[in-house]
């Protein structure tokens, strides 16, 4: 071994050695670890894998010394992903020796025909409200009071509405393991003081003071329970226990992929939205799919951008996992903030108006994020180097009718080509 087939970036092949990160460790197969199964047996895979990892520089990835010998799992939230997820969760634990068997799933209660809604869940193991028609595993019980749902986990799984999770920390806080760890998979954010946004990891970690991971993806909650094939993306810091979070979610119709660029996996989740209302745009005036796709890479464009101003540090990478372009493309052709979007311009009645009457008065992302990009814009005065995300604030907010949705785009930085 020692030397790998590889592809430069012109398309040439060339031979080259492969060396650990800290460039101390020639290639050895045995040597070396990635969170990919198929990467340990196919040097090739192995040598160009964003996610590889050299054995003599960094720790197995076993749970850390401070969890309980059966590590326990809380999901905070019951909603249809909450429910969705806890199918894979419970059975996993179940089936793995890692876990403990019983997984507790806090759901706020609520009286369904006159019966509690976690007694209805535990004696036949369904969400009838949230996720009807879908068995929960035996081993997920179901806990009307977050703190004592929460109080034993090592592994604590937010997927709860955003605006909750203030809330949350407060009566959560010094009631959970001090050695406990955070997943979010909340795709969102929330509002920073001053304006702008503060992702959901980062406001668990400082309410909770406990690290905190994300999952982010292509994950139409419907089709999770459904157990159709999809991929999924976590972003973990931590290598010492990204395995164990891979191995939780883990299934043949789960695939995950580890990465260690948390902030761009998460801010992924939220800008997509904004996106989205731009694709809503673009089906409420019959516009096509061509234009549909020039909004859709154009939005990939300013995402990537964007995450380059505001937290420098990100892989062009991860964009191209499941969190990044796939969740763009599912959003733009399913989900509420294209629905309603398009029921903007075909009605031409307000996004609150929509919210209230499709939605339930739920508010949609889209319009909340595009809202606090932009101050983060205008503070860099940087407005005009995102032409879509500023357009869509601009026709959420009606200062821009949608008719003029392609005056904005057709003068993109990304059309000002030079030539020398």
């Known amino acids: 071994l020692g030397t790998v087939l590889s592809y430069d970036v012109d398309g040439f092949l060339h031979l080259f050695p492969i060396v650990c990160a800290k460039r101390t460790h020639r290639f ?34 076993t749970p850390p010394a401070t969890m309980s010998d059966k590590v326990r799992v ?57 996720l009807p028609g879908h068995k929960l595993p035996e081993n997920v019980v179901a806990v009307p009071d977050v703190v004592e749902a929460a109080k034993d986990a090592d592994i604590l799984i937010f997927v709860v509405p955003h605006q909750f999770i203030r809330g949350l920390g407060t009566q959560l806080l010094g009631k959970i393991k001090p ?16 304006g702008g946004m503060e992702l959901i990891s980062h406001l668990i970690t400082k309410h909770l003071k406990i690290p905190c991971s994300v999952l982010m993806g292509a994950n139409l ?62 089906d409420g005036m019959g516009l096509g799919d061509n234009t549909k796709a020039a909004v859709i890479r154009l939005g990939l464009m300013e995402m990537i951008k964007f995450v380059d101003v505001f937290y420098p540090g990100s892989k062009l990478s991860t964009f191209f996992e499941s969190c990044g372009v796939a969740d763009l493309i599912t959003t733009c052709y399913g989900g509420r903030n294209r629905k309603v979007s398009e029921a903007f311009v075909k009605t031409g009645k307000t996004i609150v108006e929509l919210e209230n009457e499709m939605l339930n008065g739920q508010k949609l992302q889209g319009p909340i ?5 932009n101050f983060m814009l205008k503070s860099k005065g940087m407005e005009d180097k995102f032409p879509l995300f500023t357009a869509i604030h601009k026709i959420c907010t009606g200062t821009v009718k949608p008719q003029g949705f392609l005056d904005c785009l057709r003068n993109h930085p990304e059309h000002m080509q030079k030539f020398s």
């Open 221 to 282: 909650a419907g089709e999770v329970a459904e157990e159709k094939f999809c991929e999924t993306t976590i972003g973990c810091r931590d290598m010492k226990i990204a395995q164990t979070l891979r191995d939780l979610f883990l299934t043949p119709n789960f695939r995950v992929v580890v990465v260690d660029d948390v902030d761009a996996v998460e801010i992924c989740g939220a800008l997509k939205n904004i996106v989205a209302c731009g694709a809503g745009f673009v």
């Open 28 to 61: 050895e197969t045995s040597d070396w670890w990635c969170v990919h199964s198929s990467c340990a047996a196919d040097p090739v895979l192995l040598s160009s894998c964003s996610s590889v990892r050299c054995k003599k520089s960094i720790p197995p990835l």
């Open 179 to 194: 050695t406990a760890v955070g997943l979010s998979l909340i795709k969102g954010f929330d509002v920073a003081e001053g």
């Open 74 to 130: 809380c999901i905070v939230g019951s909603g249809n992903w909450g429910s969705a997820i806890a199918k894979i969760v419970g059975a996993n634990a179940k089936r793995l020796a890692t876990f403990e068997d019983r997984v507790t799933m806090y759901v706020y209660e609520e009286m369904i025909d006159g019966k509690k809604l976690t007694e209805i869940i535990n004696t036949t193991h369904e969400n009838v409200k949230y």
């Open 369 to 373: 994020t595009a809202e606090e990009v």
